[in-house]
């Protein structure tokens, strides 16, 4: 039985499980979103919305320029940053369109950029989605991708602002019931 035993094994010895949640967290923060197998983005939506909360709790503090915080809040700001680096990779490399490469500071991106993204949101800052079986082992496959929190709030929005507004054709009183 495997009472209290969180998490998956993928039959690998605790480093290199290890190492694997560290790559594939490292390359959904720096490209946003990743293909992979359905075990693997279930464990690794632990691990990303972990390090993505660190950030988002210190508030303002992540996204603060240096020079403008207190000792207090930049003593929080490098104990948060160093406890993502410990997790991920300071950086990741990315091959930008006509073949460039750019370097990107992955523990910068998840504290200024991720926790002003998700300020407001109180978790799941992921998305799964299923696509089917891998065609060579026939392994579920999985697109996981961080949630773009300014198309969400415009759908949500949308929808919510469209349902409530009455139009020309419609009563703006509701109907008596007759009995």
Do not use: W
């Not at 997790?87 to 998840?110: H, M, S």
């Amino acid at each position: 039985m495997r009472h209290k035993n969180a998490g998956r094994k993928f039959d690998r010895n605790t480093s290199s499980r290890r190492a694997m949640l560290r790559n594939l967290a490292a390359n959904l923060i720096l490209h946003e979103r990743i293909e992979t197998t359905d075990a693997k983005a279930k464990e690794l939506r632990r691990v990303a919305e972990r390090l993505i909360t660190k950030a988002r709790r210190l508030g303002p503090v992540a996204y603060t320029p240096q020079a403008d915080l207190s000792v207090a809040d930049s003593a929080r700001r490098l104990a948060a940053s160093r406890s993502i680096a410990a997790y991920v990779p300071r950086f990741g490399v990315r091959v930008e369109e006509g073949g460039a490469t750019k370097r990107v500071d992955l523990v910068e991106k998840v504290l200024i950029e991720l926790s002003r993204r998700f300020a407001n949101r109180p978790g799941g800052y992921t998305r799964i989605v299923k696509f089917g079986p891998r065609r060579g082992d026939n392994a579920p496959i999985s697109l996981i991708e961080l949630v773009d929190e300014l198309s969400d709030a415009t759908e949500k929005g949308g929808k919510k602002a469209e349902a409530k507004a009455p139009t020309a054709a419609e009563p703006t009183q509701p109907a008596q019931a007759t009995e």
